[in-house]
């Protein structure tokens, strides 16, 4: 259940802003790579000093700027020195305790989105906490951990597939959500699976442990709603907001993001519903066992 | 359970606006057919290439072009280049999980659906995604299998029965979304049927697999809810959008639909309210059975 | 059951507009009957003919016009054609399974009440729909059946008690909706007083069918709830209205009519409350007994 | 049960206006006292004749009128004259099933509220409705029955304590709705030492009766929620209105008394949530005892 | 559960302003100190009389008062005057049964918030009111005991650490509930922890006693919940504020701390779901247990 508390004791007593790594894992170490490009051109670099980021920010190409690994705080700080960011952003990427939210910088906006990861092992949801920080020619991802999820992503904008090289950095942020939520169908998809097997079982051979399988699943479902439910409102935010850094021509493209976000938590209701009806068949089935128990007993009695 | 589940994960990667088929069946074979007409003509064609349909843009005429079937991704294509559809909206039509909605692109309205069948063999209801593409002079309506249901519509329009003719494709895609509803109450009273049978069933004599007909109803109901209440505010939806497609005479009709669609919602919420009641009186009529094998036993004892 | 759902299905694929009777009932035949006054002067006329109406809609008096029973199709299109009403409203009027509503068509406000009867022979709360066509200067009632309800109101008018012969259609029309919801009362002391026995019986007997009786009790309350409810959306719509047929001066009793439906509202929400709690008495004392019949046997055994 | 349900049916016919007093008592005779001030002079009067009255309303003085029993509905009839108040008002006065409201009548608001009493021979919480009618310079509170719960308050106008000297008839009227919230606390310390007391018993000594008592301390919740929840939009509505009955002066107090009413309904939100989780300890205490008596059983049948 | 009911009834009859101590605890002696700084000094004084205080009113400085005990109803009344407070802000500051709020008086704003405190030794959540004055140059904190919660921020304070120096009184009174918001992990980590504990007991070994523990846990759960919740209001409120005495640069920082408020009902929200699934546990559990015994009388009943 630990992953239902947020642990920001530790943070207790500090001034705002100070950023201190709060999350259910350890940190890893930071990597940096940027990707930079126009129409024609695309660059790829992977800096080993934050520092060098800077020349990012001024540059006439659009850059794409992956921060994968949380532990080099003063990497961190650095970069949030060289864009301009405000103390606090800082203190919620490392924090990785954040609901999915959006705030509007004036100079940037600051994303924080939830990625989903299916453990087979375990048959549990592993979450990872996603920061975007969006400029005006620049968009960088903050990441716990090294990821593939983005790696299509990348190889299309280098390869130029698509509309994808003409447009700016907001496209990116909106392709970048569009692939965090797109996962979220095949997590939801195994957790299906597990949420039908279980069903099956509970009808055809209902065993002693089921019903903590049951309140497990249960409790991915809650973790899961807190997870995507916000993420709603975040996109909402993205397509009401007047900023410049967001395009009109972007707003297509989140409408489309959006209805997937709701799909997905139309998808998680129905699994919660699911679920609180098996508890139901398992009483019954229960009730119905004992009764036939109490049959044979009562014709061995009156034998 | 899986169609309670999106199957999005198929697309995870593919850039935004890539039309690939998601669905909970194959897809079936493309097939168009136009009824073209204003208020002395009517017109039918079966045309054979996509592209034939480009004249029916700008023809003077209002056509209704129907395409069953959603296999030929290329004629698909093709029509969207005629009619100028975005390729997000192409996408959204292959992939038959959506749920309803309204979205207007300013040169055409697009919506999205569901058909709702119910299977006498398996007493399921099944449910198919209609899209329609609503422009000035004509409505197209993007079916995933062949259907009957718009057959008494067709005919009306053919013999000229009614306003029907005098009127343009705004007229029509009311008529389209109104037969939708319509066989909403068809199925709805099939499925209340097998709800009352249950109940019948219940009180006179309990059996054993009883909780799971109704957990299984309990579930069609969960997906029905998720196929028509979206209904309701794409209606609305209809009715306030400020758009030239939809012309103000229209509102009057759309009301009318609109209140079908909160009827059906009504009924759909009370057959949730009867179930939830059913399983009540099966764990009270449980209980009981057992409190008299008990007095048997105990007065076997006694003796 | 099957007054949960509604029996629409017989329609599907007739254009809108074409009036057949849907119902729990079959139509009764059509019987027309005019109160036509002003301060000073009343008179009472029986037209055989629909068409003699039409006078009535030019005449400086006011004039309520009851139609009870909705068999003669033909004669409620006449009525319909003299009085200028939309195809749509004819529909509904004989479509008795529309929810309450109130529609405004400008030159006239269009409103569907449901009366409620208690019938003590089989303790069952029958609901009939009453449809209202309110134009500047007469009031037209649809009623399924004859009935008696009204029968004061006529009495009032014709002998003009009260401020009752001063005022205009509206008021009449109010007048007949306070009728209806103070009849809703009547019928919610008699369903309360149910709702009473069967708990006091519960408490000193609980005999085997009782849950079925609870059963019974509570959906008619999902019957009555969607009965009532909308009403009060209907009559604030009345009270919001700027529509010139509803005169100032009618606000005040609007508002008082406004509170019987929210005191009936909340009657019925205190007897569903009642009645899911008495479900958990009854689960505890079977259980109770159980655990005494254990009990008694525990003892013999021992013995 | 018999206080859930509106006893309305009795008027049913009657037009509106009527005053016929309804309720779950017999009225009490009608007793008038008023209490007449300003800054310099106090003078208390018991008029016999509510023709009496009428001078109070010219008056430059602030007079506070007490009317305790609804029994003599000529006398009310004639206040209702004297002060111009409209004849719903008075139906609403006497018909004590009236939900906490407020109405704006121009020259007066009408107020609705219900007084709690926790009567200690029954464990009961019985209500009595107290309407105020608050003019410029007068307050008209009708009672159904003689209550000394405002003595404190007339003792503190009499003599003179504080700023309610100094103040006009809305203070008064805040004072009055102040003493009433203040005494719902009183009521549900009672009810919560109830709930306390059954909760210990629960877990000591589960006897029998106890899902009644729970049932019935539920009731009252319910009975209790109806009763102050609508208490809240009530003052609400006060702060809002654009009256000048009410004078700016006083929002700030009107801003406290709401805080302890969002107070109040808060304990009855807590104290209906302590009731439903009794429930479950109650049934699983009966499963546990089952559970030791078949242990038992079991080990006599071994031996 | 006595910490659920609202003890006011003791202030009944009382004339509104009437500071009278209200709470669960008897009342601490009261014990003023100032910090008193701009960006070169601080002061830190510890008056003993509350008159002394005046002169922070009025001074170029920024004044930090914290009044720890809430026994010395005079030095309260004293300190009120000096700062010009209204006598219903005093009411509601030594009775500590408030609901956390935000009042806006003009010139001061008067917020009301809950401290939250752990006790291992009775694993009980403790709450203590906390009342914030704020003007254009002081905060004035009222606490009902002596707290070392604010310790770390007056040493920031004091040591000049961050920007804390340059910023006005509003900035203190964001830190000070930042810190009490922050506090707020603490006590629910360790709740958190206790409902682990539980569950992990409920599934290896379900004790008879385990039922009242859950209980326990949901009540305190209500508890945390009506602290909480209000909170979010009040910071909304603060924000939306046009108050002079919020300045711009605030609101980022009330953003933070808005956030932070989200999480911690999340949490909240998330634990009272876990603990409604550890019923369904439990119950099962038990049946589960009541079939073997059965299986094992029926297996010697038939030997």
């Known amino acids: 259940m630990s992953k239902m508390i947020s642990r920001r004791s530790r943070k207790a007593g500090l001034p705002p802003g100070t950023p201190v790594h709060i999350g259910q894992q350890a940190a890893e170490p930071t990597r940096i790579s940027v990707l930079s490009y126009d129409e024609q051109n695309v660059t790829q670099t992977q800096p080993t000093l934050a520092s060098e980021c800077e020349v990012f920010r001024q540059s006439p190409l659009t850059s794409w700027i992956m921060v994968q690994g949380l532990r080099d705080i ?14 606090l952003v800082l203190e919620d990427i490392v924090n990785t305790d954040q609901r999915p939210k959006l705030e509007d910088y004036g100079d940037y906006l600051y994303m924080v989105l939830k990625m989903l990861t299916y453990r087979e092992a375990t ?40 509309r994808i090289r ?7 942020a909106y392709s970048v ?8 169908f095949s997590v939801l ?14 009808v055809s051979n209902p065993r ?5 399988d049951i309140q497990r699943l249960k409790r991915e479902m809650i973790f899961l709603r807190r997870s995507v439910w916000p993420l709603r409102e975040l996109i909402g935010g993205l397509q009401r907001a007047d900023s410049p850094l967001v395009s009109e021509s972007i707003g297509i493209y989140l409408r489309d993001v959006y209805d997937h976000t709701i799909q997905s938590i139309d998808t998680i209701e129905s699994l919660r519903d699911m679920l609180s009806g098996m508890l139901d068949i398992y009483l019954s089935s229960i009730s119905n066992r004992m009764n036939e128990i109490m049959k044979v007993l009562t014709i061995i009695a009156t034998i």
Not at 144 to 152: G, V
């Open 208 to 212: 002693r442990g089921i019903m903590r």
């Open 166 to 172: 003409k447009m700016g950095a907001d496209y990116i």
């Open 74 to 87: 003063d990497a961190l700080e650095t970069l949030g020195r060289c864009f301009g960011m405000h103390p």
């Open 123 to 162: 048959h549990e949801v592993a979450s990872e906490q996603l920061s975007l920080v969006l400029g005006p020619n620049f968009l960088i991802c903050f990441m716990e951990r090294e990821s593939e999820l983005f790696e299509p992503l990348r190889q299309r904008l280098g390869e130029s597939r698509g």
């Open 189 to 202: 998809e195994k957790v299906g699976e597990q949420v039908e097997t279980l069903e099956e079982e509970l």
């Open 177 to 184: 959500i569009d692939t965090v939520v797109d996962n979220y």
